[in-house]
């Protein structure tokens, strides 16, 4: 079983490979920032779904490959968490994660 913050490293690893860039965490809007909302978490802040009619995160997972279930899915990457029906409290721990992971990743380019 992996922890929080592991699953959230696996998901800006992926983002990082995928849009090619170390600097999509600079994209993210730290305060409007919340995993529970399809438009204000990670992948909704990153991708636009509206024009397919999609919310940003689905459109997201779909363009990453992770719109499925299991050791590839969003939940494995961080963006959502495991199961349904998770608490306020689980939302909450995973949106500081993915908050603590962006500004020690910016913290780290402004010092080198």
């Known amino acids: 079983m992996t922890t929080m913050t592991e699953r959230v490293e696996a998901g ?3 983002l990082d490979k995928r849009l090619g860039t170390r600097t999509w965490d600079k ?3 730290l305060d409007a ?3 529970g909302s399809s438009c204000n978490c990670v992948l909704g ?5 509206e024009a397919d009619g999609e919310s940003g995160y689905v459109h997201g997972q779909r363009v990453l490959g992770i719109d499925g279930f299991g050791p590839a899915g969003p939940a494995e990457h961080g963006f959502t968490v495991p199961g349904f029906g998770s608490s306020a409290a689980t939302w ?8 603590q992971l962006i500004r020690e990743r910016i ?6």
Not at 45 to 49: E, T
Not at 107 to 112: D, M, T, V, Y
């Open 33 to 35: 920032l919340n995993l």
């Open 12 to 14: 800006a690893a992926l």
């Open 27 to 29: 994209r993210i809007d």
């Open 45 to 49: 802040q990153l991708y636009d779904g």
């Open 107 to 112: 913290a780290a380019r402004k010092r080198s």
């Open 92 to 99: 909450g721990a995973l949106t500081r994660t993915w908050r």
